[in-house]
C-alpha cells in the first residue's frame, strides 16, 4: 500500500501531476508515466529545512548536496552523469585498495569530472548573481567561490589529469582518491573571513536562506520558469528586521512560496494563512 497525489499546476504551462508513493514512486502527466529527470524540469521546486543552517556550518558535502540539486535542475542529465562518475569512484577506491592498475577508470572519471565541474561552476556563478538580487537581506561584501577538488587548472580536463598524477601517492597510501568533484566546497566568505566564523548565528541562518533563494534565481533565468519554494520553519532565529527583509525579499521574486511555522513569524504574512490545530486545518 502506498500514497497517491495530484496536483495541477498553472504558469508558464499548465499540467497536472500525479504521483504514486509506495515500493516505487510513479510520476504521471496526462497519464504517461515520467522519470524523474523528466519531472524535474515541469515543476522545478526548492525546499528550505530547519537544518540547512549545515549549508553554512556543516562539511563540505552538504554544500555540494545544494549545488547538485540545483545542478539536477538547470542540467537534465546531470544526476545521471553525477551517477556514473560515483560508481568510477568507488570502482577507483576498490582498485587502488586490490593494487589493480587504475588506467581504465581514469579514463572513464576524466571526462565526467570535467563535465560536473563545468556544471557545477556555472551554477555557483548564477547563485552569485542572484545574492546580489537579495539586497537587504545580507550585507554587502559576501563572497561566493566553488573550491575544486583539483589544482585549479583553467582547462578542466587537464586539471584532473594533473591533478590525478601528483596525488598518486596519496592515493596509494589512503586507498581513497584525493582528486575530482567529490572533493569539491562551495565557499563562502565576508571580508576574506569564513562566515561561519565571522557571523552571528542569525546572519549565518540568513546566508543559508539566501543561498536557496539565489539556486531559485538562477533556475528563474536558466529555465525560464519560476521555481515553488518550501520553507518549513524558515523565519526560526530570525530577528524582526531579519523577518521582514526576507518577506520583502519573497515578494520581489513573485514566486510561489509555501511556508510552515510553529509560532506567528510576523505580524502581518502577506497571503493566506492557514492552521493546524487538534488535526483540523482551518483557514485564517
Same mark, same amino acid.
Given at each position: 500500500? =502506498?500514497?497517491?497525489?495530484?496536483?495541477?499546476?498553472?504558469?508558464?504551462?499548465?499540467?497536472?501531476?500525479?504521483?504514486?508513493?509506495?515500493?516505487?514512486?510513479?510520476?504521471?502527466?496526462?497519464?504517461?508515466?515520467?522519470?524523474?529527470?523528466?519531472?524535474?524540469?515541469?515543476?522545478?521546486?526548492?525546499?528550505?529545512?530547519?537544518?540547512?543552517?549545515?549549508?553554512?556550518?556543516?562539511?563540505?558535502?552538504?554544500?555540494?548536496?545544494?549545488?547538485?540539486?540545483?545542478?539536477?535542475?538547470?542540467?537534465?542529465?546531470?544526476?545521471?552523469?553525477?551517477? $556514473?562518475?560515483?560508481?568510477?569512484?568507488?570502482?577507483?577506491?576498490?582498485?587502488?585498495?586490490? =593494487?589493480?592498475?587504475?588506467?581504465?577508470?581514469?579514463?572513464?572519471?576524466?571526462?565526467?569530472?570535467?563535465?560536473?565541474?563545468?556544471?557545477?561552476?556555472?551554477?555557483?556563478?548564477?547563485?552569485?548573481?542572484?545574492? $546580489? $538580487?537579495?539586497?537587504?537581506?545580507?550585507?554587502?561584501?559576501?563572497?561566493?567561490?566553488?573550491?575544486?577538488?583539483?589544482?585549479?587548472? $583553467?582547462?578542466?580536463?587537464?586539471?584532473?589529469?594533473?591533478?590525478?598524477?601528483?596525488?598518486?601517492?596519496?592515493?596509494?597510501?589512503?586507498?581513497?582518491?584525493?582528486?575530482?568533484?567529490?572533493?569539491?566546497?562551495?565557499?563562502?566568505?565576508?571580508?576574506?573571513?569564513?562566515?561561519?566564523?565571522?557571523?552571528?548565528?542569525?546572519?549565518?541562518?540568513?546566508?543559508?536562506?539566501?543561498?536557496?533563494?539565489?539556486?531559485?534565481?538562477?533556475?528563474?533565468?536558466?529555465?525560464?520558469?519560476?521555481?515553488?519554494?518550501?520553507?518549513?520553519?524558515?523565519?526560526?532565529?530570525?530577528?524582526?528586521?531579519?523577518?521582514?527583509?526576507?518577506?520583502?525579499?519573497?515578494?520581489?521574486? =513573485?514566486?510561489?512560496?509555501?511556508?510552515?511555522?510553529?509560532?506567528?513569524?510576523?505580524?502581518?504574512?502577506?497571503?493566506?494563512?492557514?492552521?493546524?490545530?487538534?488535526?483540523?486545518?482551518?483557514?485564517?
Amino acid at each position: 500500500r =502506498g500514497t497517491f497525489l495530484s496536483a495541477s499546476f498553472d504558469g508558464e504551462d499548465s499540467l497536472e501531476v500525479k504521483v504514486g508513493i509506495g515500493a516505487r514512486i510513479v510520476a504521471k502527466k496526462g497519464g504517461s508515466s515520467l522519470r524523474s529527470s523528466q519531472l524535474r524540469p515541469l515543476v522545478p521546486s526548492l525546499i528550505f529545512l530547519p537544518n540547512d543552517l549545515s549549508l553554512v556550518e556543516g562539511s563540505p558535502a552538504t554544500r555540494r548536496r545544494l549545488i547538485d540539486r540545483l545542478c539536477a535542475l538547470l542540467f537534465p542529465v546531470y544526476a545521471l552523469r553525477l551517477h $556514473e562518475y560515483g560508481r568510477a569512484l568507488r570502482q577507483r577506491n576498490a582498485s587502488v585498495r586490490m =593494487g589493480r592498475n587504475l588506467a581504465a577508470t581514469a579514463r572513464v572519471m576524466a571526462p565526467l569530472a570535467a563535465w560536473i565541474w563545468a556544471c557545477r561552476l556555472t551554477a555557483v556563478d548564477l547563485i552569485r548573481n542572484g545574492l $546580489e $538580487e537579495g539586497e537587504g537581506l545580507l550585507p554587502p561584501g559576501v563572497i561566493l567561490e566553488l573550491k575544486r577538488g583539483g589544482r585549479g587548472l $583553467e582547462d578542466l580536463h587537464l586539471d584532473f589529469w594533473e591533478s590525478l598524477e601528483a596525488g598518486q601517492k596519496q592515493e596509494r597510501a589512503t586507498g581513497v582518491c584525493p582528486v575530482g568533484p567529490h572533493r569539491d566546497d562551495l565557499v563562502i566568505r565576508f571580508q576574506e573571513r569564513d562566515v561561519a566564523r565571522c557571523f552571528s548565528r542569525g546572519y549565518r541562518r540568513r546566508v543559508a536562506i539566501a543561498l536557496l533563494l539565489s539556486s531559485g534565481w538562477a533556475v528563474e533565468r536558466k529555465m525560464r520558469r519560476k521555481p515553488i519554494l518550501l520553507l518549513d520553519e524558515v523565519m526560526a532565529e530570525l530577528d524582526h528586521e531579519g523577518r521582514e527583509q526576507l518577506i520583502a525579499v519573497l515578494l520581489r521574486t =513573485g514566486w510561489q512560496v509555501f511556508a510552515t511555522t510553529a509560532e506567528a513569524c510576523t505580524p502581518d504574512w502577506p497571503g493566506r494563512v492557514w492552521s493546524v490545530e487538534g488535526g483540523r486545518v482551518d483557514e485564517g
